[in-house]
Each structure stands twice: as C-alpha cells, then as structure tokens.
C-alpha cells in the first residue's frame, strides 16, 4: 500500500509538471493529490489511520512530528491555491519544497520511495 501511493505520488507530480502551464486548475489537483498521498504513506509508515482530507492529514502528520511546520507555508499555498490567482512556476516550486521535506522524511523511515 504505501509503495502504491509513493509511485502514484511520484507519477502525480510528474503529470502536474507537464500541466501547470496549460491548466493551472488541473496542475494543483494533481499536485494536491500527489501530496496527499505522500502525507498518507508517512501516516501509515507511522501506524497511523488517515482520516480526513488534506488540510486534516498535514495536521495528523504535524502532530506526530514537528518537523512538519517548516512545510506549513508550503501546505498552507497547496490548499488555499486559486487557478485564476496561481503563478505556475511558484505552485511548482512549493509543491517541490513538500516534496523534498517528505523525500528526506521518508528516506529517514527507511523505505526507498524515491
């Protein structure tokens, strides 16, 4: 299971890439999704049931560690993210820093997600 949503999070996040400058609403579905799941693998890795959306599992995951805050800026633009308002290359560059908090925070679970 937590294989699955790693590889689904990676593909997400590619396909997000490829789609910020066509369709920034579909860009930040796709990285919002990809980002729930990364947060759902690390809630699993941690014996912990994910419940809620993406706003309640950023807040699970924080709970568990503080580490999560210096990503709350991060989170915070991902959720609250309006096509109309977006700036693509910044949507990307936020969702890049989750990214890259929750690979070395996953590396450090010992998995190899990435």
């Known amino acids: 299971m937590i294989d699955q949503l790693l590889d689904e999070a990676f593909r997400l996040f590619e ?12 860009s930040i579905a796709l990285f ?5 799941n990364l947060l759902s693998a690390y809630l699993l890795i941690q014996g912990t049931e994910c419940e809620g959306g993406f706003a309640e599992l950023y807040r699970q995951c924080f709970n568990i560690n503080s580490e999560f805050e210096s990503i709350h800026y991060e989170v915070d633009y991902l959720i609250n993210a ?5 700036d693509g290359e910044e949507l990307t560059d936020y969702a890049n820093e989750i990214w890259d908090f929750m690979q ?8 190899e997600p990435f």
């Open 32 to 36: 919002r999704k990809a980002v729930f």
């Open 15 to 26: 396909e997000a890439e490829m789609k910020v400058d066509i369709s920034s609403s579909e």
């Open 82 to 86: 309006v096509p109309e308002a977006v």
């Open 104 to 111: 070395g925070l996953l590396g450090e679970s010992e998995t």
